[in-house]
């Protein structure tokens, strides 16, 4: 059977453009992870890992012009949101330059011997070493952040982990350029191109995590997809972990503090956050949680006047679209729920932001579940409450996300108690700000309960790489036997516990 091509699609027409490549089939990925496995050892020095790192960032931005073409017309998110992601692609690649130099990540840890301990204790020294092959799968909304040259790829070679990447079909060009020159820039520190091989195809993402050499993988989509792989990564004869961020609501709760001292900001603010990118950012606040009563009216108002102005948007691919379409129907068309801005169709190719509106208590009825399900697009369930009670029982049936918001005011004695509901639905949670933008930084968590992510590690800022390592401890080991980062002497000058 012939191999199945690989199109570059317009998302403003839906039209192809080119053929990139064709569908990986079994056997290439199978070579292609056997290539990755094979150069393990040449990534075991650190220095020169940080400086393949450090190059990939340079040959990024000095292609700056053509990667930004090349994603904006596979996604239409536009240069200037592209032009900014790019610069957090490279930022984040010469951040995990600067871990793997520090060294801190590797944790390592000497307890002297003590035989006169109970129990007695030997000399041991534990540190962390990479798992080995990773599977990266692209994500569709972030074509140079989370896929190919993106955080999952970049911490994984930062632990001295090849990675094999499977292109998101959304943007096979953008993966193809973006691949080319990680593995120019390996070639110029002397390292072997295949520490980053792509392939491209649906059964070649289902090969590949079955494939008994790859490791651990890390993926960025939808819950239906991410938990497929998940499973099979859980029923393979030697499971692996696999790092999944599947999908999130991210709740806003808005006190009536809050609501009554700025009700036109916090409306504006949200409408800001909500379509932002046509409402495709995987911390999109797609639930809030709104005090009925006047101050609530205002601020209703407010969003629904910063909605209505915005213009239709092209989302990433039609598929998306009719979902987005679809989804937003069946919303409304619940018994109770208004539609302040009605979302939709904006034209052939094209979406409409919207508001969804309810009654809070309405919530645990039906159908309704459906409303604190996640909708991918420029859409927002707004539930007005009518006590500090109902707050409380409508959280109750929140699942886990990536953020939760809450906004207070300067005085509001509901804030400590708000806090402490919230903290056990997300990774992170805010106060008085919105949740759109993660910041690459040491103490950032894009992580949270199930179906946020899959595991409790993060795919972003400097702790995103150790979910490709694993601990061993030395015991009673000669000194010279020892890596180095281990030995007494310490010659490479690795912080150390």
């Not at 191109?193 to 995590?209: I, M, P, Q, T, Y």
């Not at 909708?375 to 500090?388: K, M, N, W």
């Amino acid at each position: 059977m012939a191999a199945e091509p690989v199109w570059s699609v317009d998302p403003r027409t839906g039209k192809p453009r080119e053929q990139v490549a064709v569908e990986a089939t079994a056997e290439e990925v199978d070579h292609a992870v056997r290539a990755a496995h094979g150069c393990r050892a040449a990534l075991a020095d650190r220095t020169v890992r940080a400086a393949f790192l450090r190059t990939a960032a340079d040959l990024l931005d000095a292609a700056r012009e053509h990667v930004i073409e090349a994603a904006d017309a596979e996604t239409a998110l536009g240069p200037v949101r592209l032009s900014g992601e790019l610069a957090r692609t490279t930022a984040q690649l010469r951040s995990f330059a600067e871990v793997v130099t520090e060294g801190s990540f590797l944790d390592v840890r000497i307890d002297l011997p003590d035989p006169g301990a109970t129990p007695p204790r030997s000399d041991m020294r534990r540190w962390k070493i990479p798992l080995g092959v990773v599977a990266v799968y692209a994500a569709s909304n972030f074509p140079l952040a989370f896929s190919v040259p993106g955080g999952d790829t970049a911490s994984a070679l930062a632990a001295g982990c090849p990675v094999v990447v499977k292109a998101h079909p959304d943007h096979p060009a953008t993966s193809e350029l973006c691949a080319s020159l990680l593995r120019r820039a390996a070639a110029k520190e002397g390292l072997p191109e295949d520490v980053v091989v792509l392939v491209h195809g649906f059964d070649a993402g289902v090969e590949l995590v079955r494939h008994p050499l790859v490791a651990a993988a890390g993926f960025t989509g939808s819950v239906r997809g991410g938990r497929a792989l998940f499973d099979a990564a859980a029923a393979r004869p030697v499971p692996i972990p696999f790092h999944g961020e599947l999908g999130s609501l991210n709740p806003v709760v808005i006190t009536p503090a809050a609501a009554e001292e700025r009700a036109q900001e916090l409306g504006g603010g949200l409408a800001a956050s909500m379509t932002l990118g046509a409402g495709q950012f995987c911390t999109k606040p797609g639930f809030v949680l709104a005090p009925q009563g006047e101050a609530g009216d205002r601020f209703l108002a407010a969003l629904t006047a910063g909605v209505s102005e915005t213009e239709p948007a092209v989302m990433l691919d039609h598929r998306m679209r009719d979902a987005f379409v679809a989804g937003v129907a069946e919303r409304g068309a619940l018994d109770g729920v208004r539609t302040p801005v009605t979302p939709g169709a904006g034209g052939e190719h094209t979406v409409s932001a919207g508001v969804l509106a309810v009654d809070a208590d309405r919530l645990a009825e039906g159908d309704h579940h459906l409303l604190l399900e996640e909708c991918f697009g420029p859409v927002t369930v707004v539930a007005r409450y009518s006590s500090r009670e109902e707050v409380t029982a409508v959280l109750g049936l929140l699942s886990g996300n990536l953020t939760a918001t809450l906004q207070i005011a300067e005085e509001d004695g509901d804030g400590a108690s708000l806090l402490a509901e919230l903290t056990p639905l997300a990774g992170r949670v805010l106060v008085n700000g919105w949740p759109t933008g993660v910041a690459v930084a040491a103490a950032q968590h894009h992580g949270g309960p199930y179906p946020a992510t899959t595991s409790t590690s993060t795919s972003v800022g400097a702790t995103a790489i150790e979910r490709w390592l694993r601990p061993v401890t030395y015991q009673s080991t000669p000194d010279h036997l020892l890596p180095q980062e281990l030995r007494d002497d310490n010659p490479l000058g690795v912080p150390r516990r």
